[in-house]
């Protein structure tokens, strides 16, 4: 299994902007996995944020993010990165990256068998 380790992070006010980092190791070749960020507000479930598939082609974002977040990854470094713009207090949470191998891209969380440590993003109004 893939081991994730995340930095980036902390806190932020309305309208800055973050970037959240995942590195991987171990497992198979990491161009192999499809990556994905999860994150969980308090209270609330853990929800999907982001995918990245193998080569870095093809994305999929949740609504409440798309067109402020950018999902990339950099094979060579084993890392995906997810930098969040226009930022709203909404988007306080812990975020998880995660990783599979299915051919899929996947948003659920039970496609995802290894998942980063996570990482709080606070947002201040």
């Known amino acids: 299994q893939v081991q994730l380790v995340q930095s980036g992070g902390g806190l932020a006010q309305a309208g800055g902007s973050l970037r959240l980092s995942c590195v991987a190791s171990?497992?198979?070749?990491?161009?192999?996995?499809?990556m994905a960020w999860f994150r969980q507000a308090p209270g609330k479930e853990r929800e999907f944020v982001a995918v990245i598939g193998w080569t870095g082609g093809r994305t999929y974002y949740t609504d409440s993010v798309r067109g402020r977040c950018t999902i990339s990854r950099d094979n060579a470094e084993n890392t995906v990165y997810l930098p969040m713009d226009s930022l709203k207090p909404e988007d306080t949470a812990v975020y998880y990256c995660a990783a599979h191998t299915a051919g899929s891209l996947g948003i659920r969380e039970y496609e995802f068998d290894s998942w980063g440590q996570g990482t709080q993003v606070t947002v201040s109004s």
């Open positions: 171990g497992g198979r070749t990491f161009r192999t996995y499809a």
